[in-house]
């Protein structure tokens, strides 16, 4: 196989993990930098990440656009959030949007941060509160990332962090592979659902940054025990049609 096609591959598997996990529901999306050129990256044409086969993960530059203009594929509005911190991030080599209902309390209340609760999160450490987007393009909008400008604002927003919050929409985690990417985007829900579920027993206990830092560490070396597992979770697309 090669390595553009195991790419196309990866991301397709990865796509419906993040559905399997409760991460994506008919929305959001994961890329990761094209293997061959870091000024290009593989994302799903617009479509639900269940259904993401290798055949539907196409191929853009960094302004955007299809490098095969021929495919004719419907893509994501928002895949602007990719080009922009794919530009700014070359550590970066795989991204995930998504709208996970866990996730969406943290950016709606000012101030709210998202804060390592327990070992498998420390990669949180240092996220930044809520970008928000009616800052640069105004009080009427979509809420979405429809074009470069607003991308570039939120990759500056990002910074060097794992995850940012998107007031009132959802979260784009970034990691160093498309497993890193899917693991910080699975845990990002995790660590919400557990601050949430902790705050009716009391004021909860946070990692500390050096715990964090450790923890970090130790887990990103075993991300790919979790790989294996959820990717034999997922049902194949074909018993999904049969289903109905
Ligand atoms: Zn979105």
């Known amino acids: 196989m ?5 790419a196309r591959t990866v991301v397709s598997l ?45 191929e853009l530059d960094l302004a955007g656009d299809p490098v095969s203009p021929a495919l004719g594929a419907h893509l994501f509005l928002e895949r602007f959030i990719h080009t922009e911190i794919y530009r700014r ?22 101030g709210a941060k998202l804060r390592p609760i327990c070992h498998m999160c420390g990669f949180l450490e240092g996220a930044p509160t809520a970008f928000d987007v009616a800052a ?9 990332i429809r074009n470069a400008e607003l991308g570039r604002h939120l990759a500056e927003h990002l ?8 007031r009132s929409h959802g979260y784009t985690v970034v990691g160093s592979s498309v497993q890193e ?4 985007a699975i845990y990002t829900m995790k ?7 902790a705050r009716g027993l009391g004021e909860p206990a946070f990692l500390s940054a050096g715990e964090a830092e450790t923890c970090a560490r130790t887990i990103s070396s075993v991300t790919g ?13 074909e018993a999904a049609s049969a289903d109905g």
Do not use: K
């Open 181 to 184: 990417a899917v693991f910080h």
């Open 159 to 166: 910074g060097g962090a794992s995850v940012v919050l998107m």
């Open 89 to 110: 991030r070359p550590d970066v080599q795989a991204v995930v949007h998504s709208h996970a209902l866990p996730v969406v309390p943290f950016t709606v209340v000012p």
């Open 191 to 197: 660590n919400c659902e557990i601050e949430l579920s």
């Open 2 to 6: 090669n390595a553009l096609l195991e």
């Open 14 to 58: 990865g796509s419906r993990i993040l559905v399997a996990q409760g991460v994506s529901d008919a929305f959001g999306h994961l890329s990761c930098r094209s293997p061959e050129r870091p000024d290009r990256f593989l994302i799903p044409r617009s479509l639900a990440p269940g259904l993401v086969t290798p055949d539907d993960v196409v």
């Open 136 to 144: 640069y393009a105004g009080p009427s909008t979509d809420l979405l």
């Open 225 to 237: 025990r979790a790989w294996e597992l959820w990717l034999r979770q997922c049902l194949p697309i």
